[in-house]
């Protein structure tokens, strides 16, 4: 079994700075490309920031130059670094990863989200 589980989100006032994380932990042969996506109350789930497994990235248009994702993958463990934070980024931002496991069976995978809140 795999779990995902993020960490680091909370509040914090325009123009700070979080830094999210996401463990994996389970059963596992390869992570391959880890992202993060964010929710806002009545909106529809989008991406922010994706990595591959050869350490490629793609960013949402909305968070390029202010948000870095990054990984270690000794650690298992995916980064979201967000900085010049704005209230338009407040959301649960949830942590996903295609994963095979030691089965050699491989699926998408989600964390249980971390709330995010940006005040003016």
């Known amino acids: 079994q795999v779990q995902l589980v993020e960490s680091g989100g909370g509040l914090v006032q325009a123009g700070g700075s979080l830094r999210l994380s996401c463990v994996v932990s389970g059963s596992i042969f390869r992570i391959n490309n880890m992202g993060w996506y964010r929710q806002a109350p009545g909106s529809q789930r989008e991406l922010v920031a994706r990595?591959?497994?050869?350490?490629?990235?793609l960013y949402a248009d909305s968070v390029k130059g202010r948000f870095t994702i990054s990984r270690d993958n000794a650690k298992k463990t995916v980064y979201l670094q967000m900085n010049s934070l704005k209230p338009e980024d407040t959301a649960v931002y949830y942590c996903?990863?295609?994963?095979?496991?030691?089965?050699?069976?491989?699926?998408?995978?989600w964390g249980q989200g971390t709330q995010v809140t940006v005040s003016l």
């Open positions: 990595s591959t497994s050869g350490n490629s990235t």
């Open positions: 996903t990863g295609l994963i095979t496991t030691s089965t050699i069976s491989t699926s998408r995978y």
